[in-house]
């Protein structure tokens, strides 16, 4: 005998508040009005004969029947959002609407993305330079490769790669302008692709948080800092995906033999709902297969002179994706040891 469930409308004002943490923002994401929720969550409240939620707080807080029920209900209309999505999307065909980092997109998705196409020529795809993790959130977008922590809540997200950063400049610059020492980079213009954090921690790494700064240039991306690099602007910091390539080719040298791990890796993410969506798992999928079949090829240092990092405690160790265990080494082949 099916056991009697309480009616979705109710459940759907319930699973809001709790989400949203207030009455007023869950009716704005029903598009319903303030007194349609109280009204749907008395309502619910009076089929179990049990309070859901606890008032008076600023926000509103839940019950232990409130806290019993939210996961289950939470799961329920994740499921049907799923299949929803995977019945309105049924094949590998349509749009496909990404948001990646800027200098993940230019350096490496759009060299190997013939290889996506030529497997699913059905596919269109929008791509945007973007590391807005509020895309995450937008019905408009499908799939986030962020460069961040991985926590941003409410969402699916899954470590693609972790990231090394070493010194990068152009040969002609080096040609006019030779790096043989840390102390020499107070001659060279500093090229940021952040606020500064990530010149400190490799400075900090090759003892070298004395040298004078000189002339530095802030740029809102490292898709940014790479190009200027490129045109012998000055030393920007690679990394080890996106510079790979550029430094295989000769386009760009690694002056010295240290590198350290980034504060941040790259995840992919996107909605719950929107993961099981065929066309957005095939993307997904070669997202990973792709970086574990094409490795970069190793590259050489031109440094005379392996820079050490300075013996710590803390002192920075780059830590390996497991998506790339298999990969060869990337040079700098020498890491800062503890």
């Not at 013939?114 to 059905?122: K, M, R």
């Not at 760009?252 to 033999?257: N, Q």
């Not at 082949?333 to 503890?338: E, I, L, M, Q």
């Amino acid at each position: 005998m099916t056991s009697r469930l309480p009616p979705l409308n109710p459940l759907r004002a319930f699973e809001a508040t709790a989400r949203r943490g207030s009455v007023s923002a869950a009716a704005r994401e029903l598009n319903v009005t303030h007194g349609a929720i109280s009204h749907q969550i008395r309502a619910l409240e009076l089929s179990f004969n049990a309070p859901l939620f606890e008032r008076g707080a600023k926000r509103m807080k839940l019950t232990p029947q409130g806290a019993l029920l939210l996961p289950a209900v939470t799961n329920a209309f994740e499921g049907i959002a799923a299949a929803t999505a995977a019945m309105l999307r049924p094949t590998t065909s349509g749009d496909l609407r990404i948001t990646c980092v800027a200098a993940l997109l230019s350096f490496w998705m759009i060299p190997r993305l013939h290889l996506f196409t030529e497997q699913y020529p059905d596919i269109r795809l929008t791509l945007t330079a973007s590391n807005d993790a509020a895309n995450l959130f937008s019905p408009d977008v499908d799939i986030c490769l962020l460069y961040g922590d991985g926590n941003w809540g409410d969402c699916w997200a899954r470590l693609w790669s972790r990231l090394e950063l070493f010194p990068v400049a152009s040969p002609t610059l080096l040609n006019m302008r030779p790096l043989r020492s840390v102390k020499d980079l107070q001659d060279h213009v500093l090229l940021h692709g952040d606020d500064g954090r990530e010149w400190n921690t490799w400075l900090t790494a090759a003892d070298g948080n004395d040298v004078p700064r000189g002339r530095q240039h802030f740029m809102s991306d490292a898709r940014l800092s790479t190009e200027a690099a490129l045109h012998n602007q000055g030393v920007a910091l690679g990394d080890n995906i996106t510079a790979g390539s550029l430094i295989a080719k000769g386009e760009l040298i690694v002056p010295f033999a240290l590198a350290v791990p980034a504060n941040d890796a790259f995840y992919v993410a996107c909605r719950n709902e929107a993961r099981a969506a065929p066309i957005v798992k095939v993307f997904i999928d070669w997202l990973f297969s792709a970086l574990e079949s094409d490795p970069m090829p190793e590259m050489q240092t031109s440094a005379r002179t392996v820079i050490r990092a300075r013996p710590a405690k803390d002192s920075f160790q780059p830590v390996s994706s497991p998506s790339r265990a298999r990969r060869p080494e990337m040079t700098p082949k020498r890491r800062a040891k503890s």
